[in-house]
């Protein structure tokens, strides 16, 4: 794939997310519904921090195309990508699209709808779809070793369950609806049952890599 359309597209999706995070910020100021913003603002979203996950990666893979010498940008870039941002953001958008099509009040309930334009719940929930896609397509990435990556992904997954249980301990509302449906065991069950989805998709991403690049990524390493 040419470089120019790497750094084209990179910088394109880097400012298409810094664009979606301010107009979230700027929503802040408005009279939100009850519990929405409460106790760590747009922080405890899953969502809003694959945001943030999703404009780091692109804003990382950017600088990395104008230092295509620098090895530990090409590392962290890839890591970045095959640990996190592909995984994370498939798995946002699959939860997300799921229960809503069960029941969205537990997770984007309707009265959401006269704050947020259905352009910017597309942005959250839809468009990092065919975003990650395409990145996979331009873009080989070389990825840790299994037993790395899943400690890795592991971590950040037991960190944010940490934060969503203390948000509740804090202030007693959870950060998803749908949560306040189980008991103790069952969030954890629940917990560990996103864990096992996102592992899943991370061996997704690395055996799509593996597909489109296979041949290229070897001949690489024997020049």
Same mark, same amino acid.
Do not use: C, E
């Given at each position: 794939?040419?470089?120019?359309?790497q750094k084209i597209y990179h910088l394109a999706a880097f400012s298409w997310y810094a664009f979606v995070i301010q107009s979230l910020y700027a929503k802040g100021d408005e009279d939100l519904p009850p519990g929405i913003f409460v106790y760590g603002g747009p922080w405890k979203y899953l969502t809003f921090l694959n945001l943030i996950l999703q404009m780091v990666f692109f804003g990382l893979a950017a600088l990395t195309d104008l230092q295509p010498s620098g090895k530990g940008l090409r590392v962290a870039r890839d890591l970045?990508?095959?640990?996190?941002?592909?995984p994370v953001g498939m798995f946002v958008v699959m939860l997300? $699209?799921? =229960?809503?099509? !069960?029941?969205?009040?537990?997770?984007y309930p309707a009265s959401l709808d006269n704050f947020f334009p259905p352009w910017i719940n597309h942005?959250?929930?839809?468009?990092?779809?065919?975003?990650l896609m395409g990145e996979m397509v331009i873009q080989p990435h070389d990825y840790p070793k299994t037993k790395t990556g899943m400690t890795a992904l592991g971590f950040v997954?037991?960190?944010?369950?940490? $934060?969503? =249980?203390?948000? !509740?301990?804090?202030v007693g509302i959870w950060v998803y609806p749908l949560l306040s449906l189980f008991s103790p065991a069952g969030v954890i069950g629940f917990f560990f049952f996103n864990m096992t989805v996102v592992t899943l998709l991370y061996?997704?991403?690395?055996?799509l890599n593996r597909c489109i690049w296979g041949k290229?990524?070897?001949?690489?390493?024997?020049?």
């Open positions: 794939m040419s470089g120019a359309v970045l990508f095959s640990i996190y941002a592909f997300f $699209w799921s =229960i809503f099509a !069960y029941d969205r009040q537990l997770v942005a959250m929930h839809t468009f990092v779809f065919p975003i997954g037991i960190a944010y369950l940490s $934060w969503v =249980i203390w948000v !509740y301990l804090s061996l997704l991403g690395r055996t290229t990524q070897k001949a690489k390493r024997k020049a």
